[in-house]
């Protein structure tokens, strides 16, 4: 966010609309000061009296009709753009026009130029000059004194303070900004992309290694194995001729049993793709609920919880489906409504606990606060919709995610809790905080 969007959040102006509708009733001020100084200077100068109603009638519609469509100068830059011109003809024609113009066209040709194609700018403002030159063709320019010609304004100049500093220099601005900010956008999106194709290059390295490892691995267990094999064989056969051999076969079965074992344990650690830089760190529980919660509270989420129903020790599979499915939803709230605050909802009844997390839709660019990246946050969209749904069906639950009647979004997810006493069961978390 830029400094001046920034101080004008401060002071309640926070989305585009809002800085747009400023920017109007500024220039109608700036007219309107105008129109009061030079009522107020000619009066003083004895060059009027008191100015008649119907010129300041005229003269404040004027100010309204330069300034009221600057409002909607990003959604309708054609319809505001001609708006504003339209005061032109009719301050032009007048004998005496008590204010100026020019800011507000300004201000339009610029739009114009900034958020439609170029050809739209070139013929609009080409239209705009041929008018212009018509209209000074035809008439004289306000106030002008066919017996004191040298102490006028030409029709020249007026042309060339309309057509060029109010149409032609502000529309070729506006769209010089529209060009760099499509190659600004440009080279973002050429930046991302070569990262993204250095880091599947680095990715691919990384399985080709590891499937290499992983071979070579393979062969030096298979070869301990059937190492093994013989060595057993022979200890069978003279265990009883000759037990002293039989005991050194034996210390050979367990010095290659420990190396084979050895080697399993690296082919696993090997074969597993894992983003944990501690491949043995526990995996995710309720139990690291809090600490989930707080991780997204400190990278800019608001996030809150309620806990239903008597808390009590999960299986295993289940524990982690679970706690999985509320960083998933974590997630995925933060990448597709950053600044929306999340709900979740931890619900035990007697044969299942479900599990909801809510958001609202996105605030305004503006009103969102700045959401920094977390540690869950994965490059590759984590587990995934996908995922979650293999995980839930795993147990015997169930997985849905959708939007809301608010046009926000929920995921919700029903996983069974049966009896299993063979299987271990995680303690619940503490009582919630929200």
Known sequence: MRWWQ?????????????????LAALVIGLGLINLVLFVDVAGTAGVIDEP????????????????????????????????????????????????????????????????????????AGGITIGLL??????????????????????????????????????????????????????????????????????????????????????????????????QAGAAERIVEDDPEAAREALRFIRTQGKGTLDSMRQLIGVLRIDRDADVRRPQPTLTRLPSLLEEARAAGTDVTWTQDGQP????????????????????????????????VRLHYLDDQVDVEVVNPPPPEPADAPEVLPSPDDRADGGYGLVGLRERAEFVGGRASAGPTNDGGWQLRVSLPTPDRSDEPTVPPPGAPTA
Request: charged share 20%.
């Open 6 to 22: 920034s101080a004008l959040a401060r002071v309640g102006v926070r989305t585009a609309t809002g800085r747009d509708a400023l």
């Open 52 to 123: 008649p109603s119907g010129p300041v009638t005229l003269a404040v519609a004027l100010i309204l009709l330069e300034g009221a469509p600057l409002a909607l100068r990003r959604r309708t830059p054609i319809l505001t753009f001609t708006l504003t011109m339209l005061a032109i003809p009719i301050w032009y024609l007048q004998p005496e026009p008590l204010t100026n113009l020019g800011l507000g066209q300004a201000i339009a040709a610029y739009s114009l130029g900034a958020y439609r194609s170029r050809r739209i700018v070139l013929t």
């Open 133 to 230: 030159a018509l209209l000074v063709l035809l008439a004289p320019p306000p106030g002008y004194d066919h017996a004191q010609p040298e102490l006028s304004t030409s029709s020249l100049e007026v042309f060339l303070s309309l057509g060029l500093l109010a149409v032609v220099l502000p529309g070729l601005l506006g769209a010089y900004v529209q060009t760099r900010r499509a190659y600004t956008a440009e080279l973002i999106d050429r930046a991302d992309r070569l990262a993204r194709e250095r880091e599947e290059r680095a990715r691919r390295a990384v399985i080709d290694e590891r499937a290499r490892i992983a071979r070579e691995l393979h062969d030096e267990a298979a070869h301990h194995l059937s190492s093994i094999v013989v």
């Open 312 to 343: 009590r020790p999960l299986p295993l599979t289940v524990d982690l489906a679970a706690y999985r499915t509320i960083q998933e939803g974590i997630n995925n709230a933060r990448r597709h409504a950053p600044g929306a605050a999340v709900h």
